[in-house]
Nanobody, 121 residues
């Protein structure tokens, strides 16, 4: 079975930084695009950043210039470096990935359990 596990969330002051990690484990042939989403209380889940298996990236406007998504294919891991954090960045952050499991001859979409990021003074 495939599993995505996030880590790195926590409490940080405005202007601070956090680095989130998401590792995929299981019987995996390959991983396609990976991304980070977030959901604040009372709001819909929204895309934060995405990175393709070729390394192309895209960011939501509110985080552009402050966040950086990257991946380590050897470790089946995607990262989100978050700098200059603002209170409005407070949310549960979720990892998402398109994974090609050994047992299934097609890509399937998976979600992590989420990690809380709180930006407050």
């Amino acid at each position: 079975q495939v599993q995505l596990v996030e880590s790195g969330g926590g409490l940080v002051q405005p202007g601070g930084s956090l680095r989130l990690s998401c590792a995929a484990s299981g019987s995996i042939v390959s991983i396609g695009a990976m991304g980070w989403y977030r959901q604040a209380p009372g709001k819909e889940r929204e895309l934060v950043a995405i990175i393709t298996n070729g390394g192309s990236t895209d960011y939501a406007v509110p985080v552009k210039g402050r966040f950086t998504i990257s991946r380590d294919n050897a470790k089946n891991t995607v990262y989100l470096q978050m700098n200059s954090l603002k209170p409005e960045d407070t949310a549960v952050y979720y990892c998402n990935a398109n994974v090609f499991p050994i047992a299934t001859p097609r890509f399937q979409n998976y979600w992590g359990q989420g990690t809380q990021v709180t930006v407050s003074s």
